[in-house]
């Protein structure tokens, strides 16, 4: 019989990532043996998993805060609390990210993610404003998306272009930024210069193929336990495909901005990536699918200096330069 120390891990290490990504992998915890999320009603179940998730993260943001050292102010944008980041040595630009934190729509927050926010603030020298918009079951998708919304809006009074507006979000984040993009469009708010969605949620329903065909090989949550609750205090089972909810089922004919999507080949929501990638490219718009072999949800942020975080992290400063032009970029 094999000790414990001597058994094999849960998930899949291969032997194509890099030894950082190996040793990450190795640290993991089985989901199957995290407490289930609350059902969808249960507030009080949500508030004190909100609180105790919140804890263990800002941890992790302050030991990110301490490598990157930003700058962070405390802001009110649109009557919604957000945190403005900036990067070491940022000089005065017209240029800002709005940064859309993840979380399964539930958890976290700005000050919780805030680590999140110095990394891209420092890999594109930009300025970035995270927004603190309220989680579900305590809000729903429409909501979310229009405090996002009202943040953008009162950059725009405040003399800032769309032009000068690059939006970023990670896991749920991602797919709540991509909504936020299609309801500008649709309102007639027009739309930022460009989209950088890590890791994206962009479906909560379990319709893409590897929600099944992964549904092992996701080492961060299980689909019934986690991701179904999540959805569902996020939006109402018959909403759930509404493009708000869910952006893949979005009219990309219409028009989006330049978007790069960026995941790893072990993510369940990997089939989103691809639907929207499709959907845009067929659209004939300009979008980019930056996969990583073996690479698990968010992982750039998570193991920010394995090979595989370095390029896909020079890949999202790249892709910023090239939406955003020379002249909206100070000196650093």
Do not use: C
């Not at 953008?152 to 000068?164: H, K, N, T, V, Y």
């Amino acid at each position: 019989m094999q000790s414990i120390t001597e058994q094999q891990p849960f998930v899949n290490i291969p032997e194509t990532v890099s030894e950082e990504a190996q040793e990450f992998l190795r640290t993991l915890t089985d989901p199957a043996l995290t407490p289930p999320f609350p059902d969808p009603g249960d507030f009080e179940g949500w508030k004190t998993l909100q609180v105790l998730v919140e804890t263990g993260a800002i941890a992790e943001s302050a030991a990110l805060l301490r490598r990157y050292a930003p700058t962070v102010f405390e802001r009110t944008l649109g009557g919604v609390h957000a945190l403005e980041v900036h990067p070491r040595g940022w000089r005065e630009s017209s240029s800002v990210a709005v940064y859309v934190h993840g979380g399964s729509h539930t958890l976290y927050s700005a000050t919780s993610t805030v680590g999140r926010a110095a990394i891209f603030a420092d890999d594109t020298g930009l300025r970035v404003i995270s927004v603190n918009y309220t989680l579900a079951p305590f809000a729903k998708y429409n909501q979310m998306s229009d405090q996002v919304i009202a943040v953008i809006q009162a950059l725009l009074r405040q003399g800032r272009d769309l032009e000068e507006i690059v939006l970023y979000g990670d896991g749920s984040g991602g797919g709540l930024a991509a909504a936020v993009i299609l309801k500008m469009r649709d309102q007639g708010l027009g739309m930022p210069a460009a989209a950088v969605l890590v890791s994206p949620w962009l479906d909560v329903t379990r319709s893409g193929d590897t929600e099944f065909t992964l549904a092992h090989a996701e080492p961060s949550y299980l689909y019934e336990k986690h991701s179904k609750k999540a959805a569902d205090a996020y939006a109402d089972p018959k909403d759930q495909k509404h493009p708000y909810a869910s952006p893949v089922y979005g009219d990309y004919s219409k028009g989006f901005p330049p978007t790069l999507i960026q995941g790893g080949t072990k993510e369940i929501l990997l089939s989103g990536f691809i639907r929207l990638y499709q959907a845009l490219d067929t659209a004939g718009l300009t979008v980019t699918l930056d996969l990583y072999e073996g690479m698990t949800h968010n992982f750039a942020n998570r193991i920010p200096d394995a090979p595989e975080s370095r390029l896909a992290r020079n890949k999202i400063r790249d892709f910023v330069n090239a939406h955003r032009g020379a002249r909206h970029f100070a000196a650093r």
